[in-house]
């Protein structure tokens, strides 16, 4: 009679078959099969979804019956012990429903986008994975007079009788954006120049280079930002409104007010 273990072990990855080995931890300098599994899946409860995380940030929810199809072909070999003979031995056994029993395994009440200084809970699983610049060793590379280029560049934003006054309440108002991303401001920044001074330029070289392209939503098109259908704003950090007239601005302004505080 075979006894099995109470947790389960992992000696093989997937549909890879493997010869049996005394230490089921060990899979040849690779993750065993369940940790490597949840790098980029979990369970959802609110609504009961499993989900695939890509390596963009992409979520792809499932029910359970396509799950259990996409990953029919996801074996390992699970330790037991034959009281008979008194040794370890080694099921080939599927994967997913052992990982759908196991109570330890990767799973969130639901999914929410919570910056900080905001609180995210262990049981939620945060859309927030940090800003671009975070990702990346600007120590390596950061040379002092490239900062001069952007001082002066938000000078001429700023305006022909920029005062020092105005350049540092424009580099605070972007330094908020990343010292405190959960928080709203409750001010907007508008911007107003001639052509070819570069107002989307700059905007846009910080965003996407410093904050991160998926926090970034620029348009001209106000229904992007006060339509019906604005779910992208809830995943949103810096929003630029371009072009925008006297007649899209005083129509809605009730409405670019409460998207603002």
């Known amino acids: 009679v075979l006894t099995p273990i109470v947790s389960y072990k992992f000696i093989v990855l997937f549909n890879v078959p493997v010869a049996p080995v005394k ?45 259990r199809i996409i990953y ?21 056994t599927k994967f997913i429903p052992v990982w759908l029993e196991d109570e330890f395994k990767r799973e969130y009440s639901k999914v929410d986008f919570i910056p900080p200084p905001k609180y995210c809970p262990e049981d939620v699983f945060n859309l927030f994975t940090g800003f671009a610049f975070e990702r990346e060793n600007w120590e390596e590379y950061y040379e002092p007079e490239n900062f001069d280029i952007i001082i002066n560049h938000v000078k001429k934003l700023v305006g022909p009788d920029c005062t020092e006054e105005g350049t540092e309440y424009f580099l605070n108002y972007l330094a908020h ?35 991160g392209c998926e926090y970034y939503l620029s348009s ?42």
Not at 47 to 63: A, S, T, Y
Not at 231 to 257: H, Q, S
């Open 220 to 261: 001209e098109n106000s229904d992007d930002f006060i339509g019906q259908f604005v779910d992208r704003l809830e995943k949103t950090i810096c929003g630029v409104w371009n072009e925008t007239d006297a007649n899209d601005t005083f129509r809605n302004m009730k409405a670019i007010k409460t998207l603002i505080t």
């Open 23 to 67: 230490e089921p931890l060990l899979t040849t300098g690779r993750l065993p099969v369940k940790e490597e599994f949840e790098l980029t899946n979990f369970a959802l409860r609110n609504p009961v979804v499993f989900v695939e995380q890509r390596p963009d940030g992409e979520l792809i929810m499932r029910k359970i019956q396509d799950f």
């Open 177 to 211: 954006t990343l010292q405190y991303p959960g928080v709203k401001p409750r001010v907007s920044l508008v911007i107003q120049s001639e052509e070819g001074v570069g107002k989307n330029m700059f905007v846009d070289n910080f965003v996407r280079i410093v904050c």
């Open 72 to 92: 029919t072909c996801l074996w390992f070999y699970q330790e037991t012990f034959n009281q008979k003979t008194n040794e370890m031995e080694y099921k080939k």
